[in-house]
């Protein structure tokens, strides 16, 4: 089975990028559809965020991120980026990386059957 984990989240002004990586080891990654999704303090439910399938050629955003958010993949990394720019106070939260064999972008939680720790994004106003 594959494992991830996520790195590049931190503390960022509203209106400031960052970029989440995502790194798959154990088995390749890039045979896996690979989602972000994230969840906001106070214990509110996981939120999806985008996902990539394994071709990179279907990708899914939830609308409250679109056109701020890019997903990718990088094959000879075995990684997958999300690039989030105009970051808003909405968006903070813990970003988790999934990987699943469904091929499908699915939105859902339960389809993804790998996942990682996490990393913090924090967006000051």
């Known amino acids: 089975q594959v494992q991830v984990a996520e790195s590049g989240g931190g503390l960022v002004q509203a209106g400031g990028s960052l970029r989440l990586s995502c790194a798959g080891s154990g088995r390749t990654l890039n045979i896996y559809t690979v989602g972000w999704f994230r969840q906001a303090p106070a214990g509110k439910e996981r939120e999806f965020v985008a996902?990539?399938?394994?071709?990179?050629?279907?990708?899914n955003y939830a609308d409250s991120v679109k056109g701020r958010f890019t997903i990718s993949r990088d094959y000879t990394q075995n990684t997958v980026y999300l690039q989030m720019n105009s970051l808003k106070s909405g968006d903070t939260g813990v970003y988790y990386c999934?990987?699943?064999?469904?091929?499908?972008?699915?939105?859902?939680?339960?389809?993804?059957?790998?996942w990682g720790q996490g990393t913090q994004v924090t967006v000051s106003s």
């Open positions: 996902a990539i399938n394994w071709s990179g050629g279907s990708t």
């Open positions: 999934a990987s699943t064999r469904v091929s499908v972008t699915s939105k859902r939680p339960d389809d993804y059957a790998y």
